[in-house]
């Protein structure tokens, strides 16, 4: 069996998770696909399509929606989902199911992984979670994998009911959905320090959206900005600054506990 997991990746969680799921699908091959890529993606030649999205403001980012939308429509394509939070997943997986199973996707499983935050104002709030995943979450995950595996290879049992298998939890549920703008007004007006900026251009590089061009410092394009911390969080040398942060807060890349549970 052939599969690929399509995910998007912001500090590079996502990415690690994903890695750890695949090393421990036996019996199936993976492909790994950066959905902000700008290859498309041939869903014909897999049998399974996994995908995989950060928590951005309780929901999936705008990055991820607008790629599953691009996907041709499949006739009942076996798919599952998989998020990673920080703080709270909020309507994340639900979200994900709703823009998936539109395609014609039939998802046969979902799970929620809780890792470190990477959200700049919640660590600096002192909630930087960099336990996480605890040993309950990260066997919660492991299940999850033997799950997924367990319905992919046995004849795909129960999968009429496959939209049924994802949940989430009561106060996720609680959660208010918010309009995807919503995490721009967060972030507010951005800002950049010239006696820091090197003008490197990774900001203008990774931005997901293409909200910055460089003139020759960074300039920001705020109706074109969905407020992801990217910029902030990947500056080497943190010139880029909002009216809420400055300097402090920063989560470019997993953190070594993170690393070493989810080691492959």
């Known amino acids: 069996m052939k599969g690929a997991i399509c995910y998007y990746s912001g500090s590079g969680n996502t990415a690690l998770a ?21 290859e498309a993606v041939d869903t014909d030649v897999y049998d399974v399509i996994g995908f995989a999205a950060f928590t951005d403001f309780f ?15 499949q006739d009942g394509k076996l ?18 199911e709703s823009a998936v199973t539109a395609r014609g996707f039939r998802i046969v499983a979902g799970h929620a992984l809780h890792t470190p ?16 995943p605890n040993a309950r979450e990260q066997s919660a995950f492991d299940t999850f994998i033997s799950q997924v ?12 009911d496959a939209g049924r298998q994802v949940r989430i ?3 996720n549920r609680l959660m208010p959905s918010r309009p995807r703008t919503s995490a721009r007004k967060d972030m507010g007006e951005k800002f950049v320090d010239e006696a820091l900026c090197t003008e490197c251009g990774i900001c203008e590089k990774g931005c997901p959206y293409g909200a910055i061009r460089l003139d020759p410092r960074p300039v920001f394009d705020k ?28 989560y470019p890349r997993p953190i070594d506990v993170l690393v070493e549970k989810l080691r492959v």
């Open 223 to 250: 109706n074109r900005c969905y407020g992801c911390w990217s910029c902030y969080n990947h500056c080497p040398e943190q010139a880029i600054y909002t009216k809420k942060l400055r300097g402090k807060g920063h």
């Open 18 to 38: 994903c890695r750890y799921l695949a090393a421990r699908m036996e019996d199936i091959e993976f492909d790994l696909i950066d959905v902000t890529g700008d």
């Open 149 to 160: 595996r367990r319905r992919l290879l046995d004849s795909q049992p129960g999968l009429s």
């Open 117 to 132: 935050e990477s959200y700049p104002p919640m660590i600096v709030r002192g909630r930087a979670n960099e336990q996480a």
């Open 169 to 171: 939890s009561f106060l």
């Open 79 to 96: 798919a599952f989902l998989l998020s990673t939070h920080g703080f709270i997943s909020g309507k994340t997986l639900p979200a994900m």
């Open 59 to 73: 929901g999936p980012s705008q990055v991820f929606l607008d790629f599953v939308d691009r996907l041709p429509h």
